[in-house]
């Protein structure tokens, strides 16, 4: 796109305007780089939150494996922390056909999930509903606060991360 500028010298105007050569005035010029600059410095900070946010999960995340009895850097691997996630609460990786109803299973298996997280840190249905609705701060409750302990897999006393599965779709 070329960049040149037409000054418009008329004679029924005392000013000097300057055009660019898409028809916009230096004005409309100066105020959409303005514009894209702002909007580049937005984007930076959302950017900048959404990595903090990953981060502050990963650690979250890890944690909490690390409370079931699973090794830390299984949160981290990607399928593999799926099916570990599934281990630790209890529940049959055949839950994941859910997905297939699409957005009411996907709901589904999300409250699913987090019931069955809940009740294995020996929580009860309150925590579950923050682990819905509010999930880095009670996934982050989980994790640092030290008198939440795993009791076994869907609440299940004396079960390891390892037990026995619920055949339940």
Not at 22 to 36: C, K, N, P, R, W
Not at 104 to 122: C, Q
Not at 145 to 159: C, F, H, L, Q, R
Request: overall charge neutral; aromatic content about 14%.
């Amino acid at each position: 796109m070329d960049s040149t500028q037409v000054v418009d010298y008329s004679a029924s105007s005392d000013t000097i305007m300057t055009t660019t050569s898409a028809g916009l005035s230096q004005q409309e010029a100066d105020f959409m780089v303005t514009m894209i600059q702002a909007m580049g410095a937005a984007f930076f900070a959302i950017a900048i939150i959404f990595i903090a946010m990953a981060i502050f999960s990963i650690v979250c995340n890890w944690i909490i494996f690390e409370k079931a009895g699973r090794k830390g850097w299984e949160s981290i691997v990607p399928y593999y922390n799926i099916y570990v996630m599934f281990k630790i609460i209890g529940k049959s990786l055949w839950n994941l056909c859910w997905v297939f109803l699409f957005i009411p299973g996907i709901i589904v298996l999300i409250v699913k999930i987090n019931v069955a997280l809940a009740k294995s840190f020996g929580k009860g249905t309150g925590f579950a509903l923050g682990l819905i609705f509010l999930s880095p701060i009670f996934h982050a409750i989980l994790a640092f606060d030290k008198s939440i302990v795993y009791v076994g897999p869907n609440g299940v006393a004396g079960g390891a991360a390892g037990g026995a599965l619920d055949s339940d779709i």
